[in-house]
């Protein structure tokens, strides 16, 4: 049965905000398929794929590739009206870059006909978890778990973020700094060629990569979880909150 009427709890509508920020497309509707602007998103792993399409009632495509070492790519997508009522949800939580995509894709849409497309709500459930969910969505798929090439005596694991968005980042210090008390500086880097856009780029290390780890660990996918344990053990949400000094106290219980 083809479910019609999507009710979100808003923790989960935030985190696809945040994966759709990083992670989507939002593309106007073509010659060959007029009036149909479609909502899109690409990615390697499955588990999030499938994520998605529980959530918005869609169906999965598989692309295999004849390359070996190429991964396989995971696909779902929205057109039409469903993919119209779904950004229009999506609109106010966007940075600047997408919403001009948003406008532009919908600006399209202008059916012929009374088709009954999807519906979607987001119920007040979980409103005070919206920058966590939000983060973890994002990071999903912009960020970089790593180890801080600059301490050598100690494992200092990293959470580097860049994006070409300047709101994006700012959104990310934020809820960095109101949520978890971390204060580092934005860096910007130079268009490496002609035509390109700036990065912004955000890091943060040691008891900080530590706290934001611990806080978002049990909303990522198996990929990002599997690097979290392997960068700090497995017993991720105890330890950690037990090991990060004051300044990085998660302020929200995980």
């Not at 994966?19 to 010659?31: N, Q, S, V």
């Not at 497309?117 to 970089?144: C, Q, S």
């Not at 990929?223 to 017993?235: F, Q, V, Y």
Request: aromatic residues 10%.
């Amino acid at each position: 049965m083809i479910r019609r009427d999507i009710n979100f709890d808003a923790r989960w509508f935030y985190w696809l905000c945040g994966l759709m920020e990083g992670e989507g497309t939002f593309t106007k509707a073509t010659p060959s398929m007029p009036r149909k602007p479609r909502l899109s998103i690409r990615m390697t792993d499955q588990d999030i794929i499938e994520r998605v399409v529980e959530m918005t009632g869609t169906r999965i495509w598989i692309h295999e590739w004849e390359i070996e070492r190429y991964r396989t790519v995971y696909h779902t997508e929205l057109v039409g009206g469903s993919a119209v009522a779904l950004m229009n949800l999506f609109r106010p939580e966007m940075s600047a870059r997408r919403q001009i995509q948003i406008d532009r894709a919908i600006a399209t849409f202008q059916p012929k006909r009374s088709i009954r497309h999807k519906t979607y709500t987001v119920l007040p459930i979980g409103e005070e978890e919206r920058d966590r969910y939000w983060l973890a969505g994002f990071l999903e798929g912009e960020v970089y778990f790593g180890q801080n090439k600059a301490a050598t005596l100690t494992i200092s694991p990293l959470v580097e973020v860049n994006t070409v968005d300047a709101d994006v980042i700012a959104r990310v210090d934020s809820i960095w700094r109101s949520r978890y008390g971390i204060g580092v500086n934005i860096h910007i880097r130079p268009p490496r060629q002609l035509g390109y856009q700036p990065q912004y780029h955000l890091a943060c290390f040691g008891p900080a990569a530590r706290a934001v780890m611990a806080d978002i660990e049990p909303l990522m996918g198996q990929r990002r979880r599997s690097r979290i344990a392997e960068l700090l053990g497995p017993a991720v949400q105890t330890t950690l909150l037990r090991e990060a000094r004051a300044g990085y106290t998660l302020r929200w219980a995980a």
